[in-house]
């Protein structure tokens, strides 16, 4: 019973080590960094609030809060495969139902899009932590 227990915490061991883990651009990447496009700010909530949505079980509950988008970068996770990259950050909260048709709360979320796409996105779970997915 102690094995089970131990096994269903480990995500507070293991999250911390991958937060460790990342690390920001070099002062060369920044120094080289392509943001891509600069894209209108209707476009960044746009291309956010699909990607987040889709994310959900049930997209079509999906209410959003947004920040403003600005150009920045997502730091490398190299335990994951994910270098550094380079774009628009959308940040805001999101409200989606559950499979029992309740509403979760609202949760941050982050999105990096370039050149029109969202290429990193992540929302917090219940403990603040954001595993962000993509490339």
């Not at 089970?4 to 120094?31: D, R």
């Not at 990259?85 to 139902?97: A, D």
């Not at 029109?116 to 929302?123: K, L, M, P």
Request: proline share 6%; net charge positive.
């Amino acid at each position: 019973m102690k094995l089970a227990k131990i096994i269903t915490k480990w995500p507070m061991f293991v999250f911390p080590l991958l937060a460790a883990c990342a690390s920001g651009p070099t002062k060369e990447q920044l120094s080289n960094a392509n943001y891509g496009r600069d894209i209108p700010a209707a476009e960044c909530v746009s291309v956010s609030e699909r990607v987040i949505a889709d994310s959900l079980k049930d997209p079509s509950s999906a209410q959003f809060r947004h920040s403003q988008c600005f150009s920045g970068y997502w730091g490398s996770v190299p335990i994951l495969g994910m270098g550094v990259e380079f774009g628009w950050i959308q940040k805001g909260e999101v409200n989606g139902k559950n499979t029992y048709g309740g509403y979760v709360g609202f949760r941050p979320y982050q999105v990096l899009i370039k050149d029109g796409a969202a290429i990193r996105y992540c929302i917090s779970d219940k403990d603040g932590i954001c595993m962000p997915s993509g490339r």
